[in-house]
Structure formats: C-alpha cells, structure tokens
C-alpha cells in the first residue's frame, strides 16, 4: 500500500481495472472494519451529508468502512493451506500487540478519493508489521511493497474526472470533532469492487492482544 499523493486540483476516476482485476474478481487481504465503531459512523454520516450533492463520488456507508492493511493476492491464486499457514503464523504475532485507539479528523482530498488519515500511525503500522512477517514466514516473497504504507480510512471515492473545488468547500463547511475507535481484531476479508465499491465477505478475524 502506497502513500498516496494529496489532489492537485483535479480528481481522477478511481474505478479503473487496475491489473490482474476485472468484473468478478475476488481478492484476499488484510483490512481493519468499523462495524462497531458507532463515533466513527457519527462522523462519516456528517461527511457523507455535506458530500451528497457534490458530483462524481461514491459515497462509502458504514458497512464498509476500512483501513486497507496487507493484501495476500487473489483468491483463485492463493492455495487454501496457505492461507490457512499464514492465518496461523500471523494469530500468534499479533496476540503480542495490544489492541489500540485510533482517531479520525478531518479529511483530506487525493486525487482519486476522500479520506481520513488514521493517528497515531505506529500501532495499525506494527500490526501490518506482524502481518507481512507471518507471511514472510510462509511465503518467499512478501506482496506489495513494505515501505509508504499510510493508515487511511476513505469516506469517498472519485468515479470521474474534474476540479476538486466542490468537495473542498463541502468539506470546509462540516462543523464537527475527530471520532474514535477501538480496533481489537484485523480481519482477513475477501474483497471485490464490482459494484464500484469496495466490499467484501469475511473469511477470518485475528484478534489483537490476546496473549
């Protein structure tokens, strides 16, 4: 997971196939959820009201809220004892790292979505951490790349191209505090974005802390 740039000015569709996907797709990685995290939909429902009429976004309901962590890779090219070696290997890594709070405040604009960036930064990185190393421990090669990881959340995403102006002054009008969530638990979910939205079906929940 690369750090991605701050807008220039202008959004670009995020919806384009990147490679190896296409309609159908289903592809295995690490995300923390928010299903439970009630201050964090307050806030993303207030962000979601000022964006309703802006142009060009896809909006992402509660359900769907994630901080995207460590992807394994598609699920048709992941064998099944694999994903089972990895799960195990990564369970006893992070019963050694405590769960932790993570805030949300206000969201900055890329080129390609809305989102929030996740403080403090240092837990949700040592967890992903802990995951590449479960992996490394199976696998010879560890997918994408370890550094430029930033912790996000997106409330939305651009699906056309054009001038940042009407998101930003519907930002700048939202009068609100930052939310805060408890994440105990990274879960390993199968993704797809059919539907020009990312969701998903979970496959495994590896809890934080419970050594």
Same mark, same amino acid.
């Given at each position: 997971?690369?750090?991605?740039?701050?807008s220039?000015?202008?959004?670009?569709n995020?919806? /384009?196939?990147?490679?190896? /996907?296409?309609?159908?797709? +289903?592809? =295995?990685?690490?995300?923390?959820?928010?299903?439970?995290?009630?201050?964090?939909?307050?806030?993303?429902?207030? !962000?979601?009201?000022? @964006?309703?009429?802006?142009?060009? @976004?896809?909006?992402?309901?509660?359900?769907?809220?994630?901080?995207?962590?460590?992807? @394994?890779?598609f699920?048709?090219?992941?064998p099944d004892?694999d994903?089972?070696?990895?799960?195990?290997? *990564?369970?006893?890594r992070l #019963?050694?790292?405590?769960?932790?709070?993570?805030t949300?405040?206000?969201p900055?604009?890329?080129?390609?979505?809305?989102? /929030?960036?996740a403080?403090?930064?240092?837990?949700?990185?040592?967890v992903?951490?802990? =995951? +590449?190393? *479960?992996?490394?421990?199976?696998?010879?090669?560890?997918?994408?790349?370890?550094?430029?990881?930033?912790?996000?959340v #997106?409330?939305? !995403?651009?699906?056309?191209?054009?001038?940042?102006?009407?998101? +930003?002054?519907?930002?700048?009008?939202?009068?609100?505090?930052?939310?805060?969530? +408890? @994440?105990?638990?990274?879960? =390993?979910?199968?993704?797809?974005?059919?539907?020009?939205?990312?969701?998903?079906?979970? !496959?495994?929940?590896?809890?934080?802390?419970?050594?």
């Open positions: 997971m690369t750090t991605h740039p701050v220039d000015g202008r959004m670009a995020h919806w /384009w196939w990147r490679p190896g /996907w296409q309609m159908g797709s +289903r592809f =295995l990685t690490f995300h923390f959820t928010f299903q439970q995290a009630p201050d964090v939909h307050r806030l993303a429902s207030l !962000y979601r009201h000022a @964006l309703a009429d802006v142009d060009g @976004l896809n909006l992402v309901p509660d359900t769907w809220l994630h901080l995207t962590t460590q992807g @394994l890779g699920s048709d090219d992941v004892g994903v089972q070696a990895i799960l195990s290997a *990564a369970a006893d #019963s050694h790292i405590p769960a932790f709070d993570v949300l405040d206000r900055e604009i890329t080129p390609e979505a809305i989102r /929030w960036e403080t403090p930064s240092g837990p949700p990185t040592a992903r951490s802990a =995951l +590449r190393d *479960a992996i490394g421990s199976i696998w010879d090669a560890v997918p994408e790349p370890d550094d430029g990881f930033t912790p996000h #997106s409330i939305a !995403y651009s699906n056309s191209t054009g001038p940042d102006d009407p998101m +930003r002054a519907a930002l700048d009008a939202v009068e609100t505090h930052p939310a805060t969530a +408890r @994440l105990d638990q990274v879960e =390993l979910i199968v993704l797809n974005r059919d539907q020009q939205m990312y969701e998903w079906e979970t !496959y495994a929940q590896l809890p934080l802390g419970r050594k």
